[in-house]
């Protein structure tokens, strides 16, 4: 039943980019950047999805030291690497984007500096569960360096924010020029992410889940 | 005895541990010395160029000297099983945690105090001007380096690879702190005083000690007793 759920989520998830990026191949050009401005889609809502998965990592490491369940603890790590994949296609958009629009790959601006730090923070966080063999003893480790790289997050965006900025300002918000039709597609080209995201973090989850009953077999098979 | 007792007693501990054998006070001393030699070899120091890149050169060599004696924070109680005995001994984890950084606190200070004017000798540069704003942004800096420090050295002691993981953790955690030292540092070294337009570093600075002393406080029980 369980599969039947994912396998259906996923395969909506599916359709629905395949459609959203039909309906935003024929969107209009936009008029100062051409096409490659429709890679905003897909660009920004990577970054809303990274961000939604680490504060999620965030909440489960919290319940995991409270609770020290370990469900929570394969949450973390399940939803921290889906969320690192998403910052780093984020990453990769972003200089698509600059390279064609700025002339160049890459440029020490605010939000790059930042997705970049952040990047850093959890791929810290996934080395620091590989160089942990003992599993309780990772699981709170891992589980109280997330809470630090949490915290850590918004002092970032906001250190860097006063360093420089070059990035352009969101167009949603505060007088924005986004049209509504492409509004709406965005939101919905972000509730597919979203979906991909949650399939990729299932099915990260039973990863997890299995090797930990395949651990705990061994610890028993030792015993006897 | 009171937390403040126990804090002291930790602290003096570990002072006394490493004034002994001096060992981590001087490799932290000597690869300072050799990284600020680097730096001439990098690129050819004028004096402009070095007003403008004093605060991030310094700040690089502070960070990666004081990993050195952070490292050794909690390694050093590993033989003897001594920190089996300092987590069983009746005293909160937090005045362990606290004891240890305001060692380390000190230590590392000490090597930046020492450095900083080797660094005005080689590179001719006048750092004195504005001295009283420099060790205000040397202090609050070091203690939010030495603070995450602390309780990283803690979680990394007994894992694989644990002089790798320690910056590897605490360098990205720092780098909010490391660029408010490093533009306020720049900034003071060439003679600037702090004004209404870099005084948001140093709030950024209190605000980061606070945060990641407050949060490191709560969560040391959970890395030391589990």
């Known amino acids: 039943m369980r599969n039947k759920i994912l396998f259906g989520v996923g395969a909506f998830a599916m359709i629905l980019l395949a459609r959203n990026i039909y309906v935003i191949a024929g969107l209009?050009?936009?008029?100062?950047?051409?096409?490659?401005f429709k890679i905003i889609f897909f660009h920004a809502t990577m970054a809303?999805?990274?961000?939604?998965?680490?504060?999620?990592?965030?909440?489960?490491?919290?319940?995991?030291?409270?609770?020290?369940k370990f469900v929570y603890d394969e949450m973390a790590v399940a939803v921290t690497e889906v969320g690192l994949a998403f910052l780093a296609a984020n990453l990769i958009t972003g200089s698509i984007w600059g390279r064609i629009i700025w002339g160049i790959w890459w440029t020490w601006d605010a939000r790059l500096t930042s997705a970049l730090v952040c990047w850093l923070l959890y791929a810290g966080y996934l080395m620091l569960r590989r160089a942990i063999d003992e599993p309780t003893q990772r699981a709170t480790f891992a589980a109280v360096f997330s809470i630090f790289?949490?915290?850590?997050?918004?002092?970032?965006?906001?250190?860097?924010?006063?360093?420089?900025?070059q990035h352009p300002q969101p167009v949603f918000w505060a007088g924005g020029s986004f049209p509504p039709d492409w509004a709406a597609i965005f939101w919905l080209n972000l509730l597919a992410l979203m979906m991909v995201a949650a399939v990729f973090t299932a099915v990260r989850l039973r990863q997890e889940a299995a090797q930990r009953e395949i651990d705990s077999l061994r610890r028993m098979a030792h015993a006897l | 005895m009171g937390f403040a007792r126990l804090v002291a007693v930790v602290m003096l501990k570990d002072l006394r541990a490493e004034l002994r054998t001096k060992e981590a006070v001087n490799a932290s001393l000597s690869f300072a010395l050799v990284v600020l030699l680097l730096f001439s070899f990098a690129f050819d120091p004028d004096e402009e160029a070095m007003r403008t890149m004093s605060g991030g050169l310094l700040w690089i060599v502070f960070a990666f000297a004081g990993t050195l004696l952070l490292n050794r924070s909690f390694a050093r109680e590993l033989p003897n099983d001594c920190l089996d005995a300092l987590i069983a001994a009746p005293a909160p984890a937090a005045a362990l945690l606290l004891g240890k950084a305001l060692a380390n606190f000190i230590l590392?200070?000490?090597?930046?105090?020492?450095?900083?004017?080797?660094?005005?000798?080689?590179?001719?540069i006048r750092?004195?001007?504005?001295?009283?704003?420099?060790?205000?942004?040397?202090?609050?800096?070091?203690?939010?380096?030495?603070i995450t420090g602390t309780i990283f050295s803690a979680l990394t002691v007994n894992i694989r690879l644990r002089e790798v993981m320690l910056p590897i953790l605490n360098f990205p955690i720092l780098i909010p702190a490391l660029?408010?030292?490093m533009q306020l540092t720049s900034s003071l070294v060439a003679g600037n005083p702090i004004t209404d337009a870099n005084v948001s570093w140093l709030k950024m600075l209190i605000g980061f000690d606070a945060i990641y002393t407050a949060v490191s406080l709560v969560l040391v029980e959970t890395v030391l007793v589990g």
Not at chain 2, 108 to 124: H, R
Request: glycine share 4%.
């Open chain 1, 28 to 36: 209009p050009e936009e008029v100062n950047q051409g096409a490659i």
């Open chain 2, 108 to 124: 590392v200070l000490a090597v930046e105090l020492i450095a900083l004017p080797l660094f005005g000798v080689f590179y001719n």
């Open chain 2, 127 to 146: 750092w004195t001007s504005q001295i009283g704003e420099l060790m205000l942004t040397i202090v609050l800096a070091t203690w939010g380096m030495t």
């Open chain 1, 48 to 68: 809303m999805t990274a961000l939604t998965c680490s504060f999620v990592a965030f909440v489960s490491s919290v319940l995991f030291l409270i609770t020290r």
């Open chain 2, 179 to 181: 660029l408010a030292a």
């Open chain 1, 149 to 165: 790289a949490f915290i850590d997050v918004p002092i970032v965006i906001f250190s860097i924010k006063w360093w420089r900025t």
